[in-house]
């Protein structure tokens, strides 16, 4: 019998949105139905951080940036593209976005409005259990990209502090 | 982080007193008494490591009192703190749901008192109540915002006065829990502080001490009270 591979760190790689948006007719039926297009151009704000998430997207095209924003500030988490969901933090969460989604070409998204959503997780439950999943997976992609680029950090910043304090000495 | 502390400590889900504070615990009487018989409360000494980065996920824990602090290891050696987690937080949720290793190491920092929950048993939990998965979904929500949280801080704060004041505010308000006044437990070293603050141990010494003089703070044992939180707010912009 072939054992089981153990999964890695870092191995939590995103299910396909047919995958994780697979439900048995009714639930299905409401998704479709509701799914609303939403067209966007470039360097269009789609939606901004701490604003009231209407829905789960899709991105049907084009790309986009995510971008976390503070006064004057502004943090790039990175780009997504055709075929991704977006933000399910907040539309399973609390209701708020995370972070500011901002278009880097043309393209259009497709959303879920919040309510249909939620009657379709009442009609079919395992479909909130296949986002939770799907969550969790990208809550552990974050931390391990989140160390990785602090943990580069903390080598720059050791060898920066090397070079001063050789050029104190 | 949280601060607080129980005076007695709970011995089941039911009869906790701070169920209504926490945000997962706060289930429907049927979901309450399910998660009730499921898992165990164990205790933990300070020090005491629930789980290892690169360990299988085996059990979800919860915070029921005490402090653990949330750390990840490069392979040099050099540990990076992420979090502290307080009464009520959810740790190992992400890696069990994922099926994937523990992303960090999860360390208590004083005594503590986690109920542990199987694997398969939380996700039976989950899978019967709606409101339990929901209150994962935030838990998610708010672990995501975590990783986010900590690389703006890092990112965001251009002066190491203004990432250490943005910690001791997060750490203030959360366990402050919407009363007015803001102290918590400063159960981490000045080394730990640093290591969270992307500074050295000497600036968070220096500046902990312009705080105090400034009495923008009190610091009495392991006991901190901000004072002026507008201040502290200022350096962070």
Redo the contacts between chains.
């Keep these: 019998m072939q054992s089981e591979r153990k999964p890695e760190v870092g191995e939590a790689a995103p299910r396909p949105l047919a995958e994780l948006l697979a439900c048995p007719s009714p639930a299905a039926d409401l998704l479709n139905a509701s799914a609303q297009s939403v067209e966007f151009t470039s360097g269009e704000t789609v939606f901004r951080q701490g604003a009231t998430c209407r829905g789960l997207y899709v991105v049907a095209s084009g790309q986009l940036q995510r971008r976390a924003d503070r006064l004057q500030a502004r943090v790039v988490l990175g780009s997504i593209h055709a075929g991704e969901l977006v933000e399910l933090a907040a539309a399973l969460g609390n209701g708020q976005h995370t972070y500011t989604l901002v278009a880097q070409s043309p393209g259009s998204l497709m959303m879920l409005p919040m309510d249909s959503l939620h009657r379709a997780f009442d009609m079919y439950p395992p479909l909130r259990m296949h986002l939770l999943e799907e969550l969790a997976r990208e809550v552990s992609r974050a931390y391990v990209s989140c160390c990785a680029t602090r943990k580069a950090g903390m080598r720059r910043r050791t060898t920066k502090m090397s070079v001063t304090e050789s050029t104190a000495i | 982080m949280a601060g607080f502390h129980a005076h007695h400590p709970p011995e089941d889900c039911l009869n906790c007193e701070h169920r209504h504070l926490r945000m997962f615990c706060n289930l429907t009487p049927e979901a309450l008494q399910e998660y009730d018989g499921i898992g165990i409360m164990m205790s933990h000494a300070r020090g005491a490591k629930l789980f290892t ?2 360990d ?1 996920a085996r059990n979800v824990f919860v915070i029921c009192f005490g402090q653990v602090k949330i750390s ?1 290891t ?1 392979r ?1 050696g ?1 540990t ?1 703190i ?1 979090k502290i987690a307080g009464p009520g937080d959810l740790m190992g ?12 190491t999860a360390e208590a920092i004083e005594p503590c008192q986690v109920k542990t929950v199987r694997k398969q048993e939380f ?1 039976d939990f ?2 019967h109540h ?1 409101i339990a ?2 209150h ?3 838990a ?6 975590t ?2 949280h ?3 801080r ?3 704060s ?1 002066s190491a006065a203004g990432r250490l004041a943005r910690l001791l505010l997060d750490w203030g308000r959360s366990a402050a829990n919407g009363k007015p006044e803001i102290r918590f437990t400063m159960a981490l070293t000045h080394e730990e502080i640093a290591n969270m603050a ?1 500074t050295s141990r000497e600036t968070v010494t220096r500046l902990l001490n312009q705080f105090r003089r400034d009495q923008w703070i009190v610091i009495r044992g392991s006991s901190m009270t901000i004072i002026k939180p507008d201040q502290l707010e200022r350096l962070t ?1």
């Design positions: 980065e690169g299988p990840s490069s040099d050099k990076m992420l949720l992400s890696a069990v749901l994922a099926n994937v290793p523990h992303e960090v996700l989950l899978s709606g998965s929901m994962a979904a935030q998610l929500s708010g672990e995501y915002l990783v986010f900590d690389a703006k890092l990112a965001l251009g992307g912009a």
